[in-house]
């Protein structure tokens, strides 16, 4: 049976979702089977990959989790719902500490601020500034073509924050109200950064305003040249995300992610 099935339906999610997802089937998978199959697992995990090729937190953990499973051997179940929630543990604060990091250095005070897609990251930003009573008016974009961006929207007005949905498209227009720009990413690479499409151009319109750039990072997304000399290439998604049905002659393409020139970027603020 393949664990992932729902996951690989998901088209919504950051990569920190995504990843969480994968933990807890993983962790259930051990503690209700004594035994599984390694070259199983390792299939099923590079399925993953291969659908996911950008979202580095689950390149880290699935990487980990490779060393310790090896092929043509019986895995304890026990032992790798024990793995997985030791990954856990250890990387369980990366992300407060990144955005601790940024709320040092940023004043947020009467700000109002551009986010993009829909990340646990911005999730967990924005929590920590309610708790310090400290109400930034959030602009959100769509964040064609899902439109994740509207998730995110009720969240963070959940949370108690002055929130306008606006697509992409016509950020030029509302420039004038919006005095910086956060993002997350998926992948941290050295002279640029991969995240959601429509961050390039949101960046190039920052910087021709002067006004500021920062993305929230972790150690754990962070790929070197030697540790990924070209990036995976992702696999186009659904036609019908842009377009109903088949039309002669059209031949439709729909990605949902981008690299970004890391100069466009004032400051990138990790867990370390």
Known sequence: MYLFSHILDDNLSGSGNILHQVQLELIKAGEDQEVLDSDELLQQTEKLKRHFPLFGLLWHFLNDLKNVIKPEMKIDGR?????????????????????????????????????????????????????????????????????????????????????????????????????????????????????KVGTFPIALLFDYFKKPIYVLAEQRKIFLPQDMPELPIEEEKPVTELIPGKTRNLRVHNLYFESVPISLVNRVFLDE
């Not at 959100?140 to 949905?165: C, D, R, V, W």
């Open 79 to 195: 032992q790798l719902s024990d793995f997985v929630k030791e990954y856990r543990k250890k990387w369980n604060g990366a992300q407060g500490k990144a955005c601790h990091h940024i709320l040092k250095s940023i004043d947020f005070k009467g700000k109002k601020v551009l986010v993009h897609s829909n990340s646990s990251a911005i999730h967990t930003l924005f929590a920590l500034l309610h708790k310090r009573h400290i109400l930034p008016v959030v602009w959100q974009t769509y964040s064609s073509p899902a439109g994740e961006g509207k998730m995110q929207a009720k969240t963070l007005s959940n949370i108690g924050f002055e929130t306008h949905l606006v697509h992409e498209d016509t950020l030029s227009h509302f420039i004038g109200q919006m005095d910086m720009a956060i993002f997350g990413t998926d992948m941290l690479l050295e002279d640029r950064f991969v995240n």
